[in-house]
């Protein structure tokens, strides 16, 4: 997927528990679940989505977001798409 699109992709790891504070980007940001699962809590809505392994999620451009602890970890790939 990310090379059809034309994307450079990193992949990162969340040991269980893992904290992130919630963050934006200036830039598109789309990932991929590859092993484990998550869920990002969207700040301004409150939404929440919880991709799985093989779930894509593309968050747009200034959107805060962040994941809370996964509780057995989690790996994703993603991309800057703009």
Sequence with gaps: MF???RLRPRRWSKVPHDVCAA???AYRKVLCCL????VFRLTETG?????HPGDRLDIE??????PPPAPGGVTCIEAARG
């Design 3 to 5: 090379a059809r699109e």
């Design 23 to 25: 963050h934006s980007h």
């Design 35 to 38: 092993r484990g699962s998550l």
């Design 47 to 51: 939404e929440e989505i919880a991709p």
């Design 61 to 66: 451009p200034g959107t805060m977001h962040g």
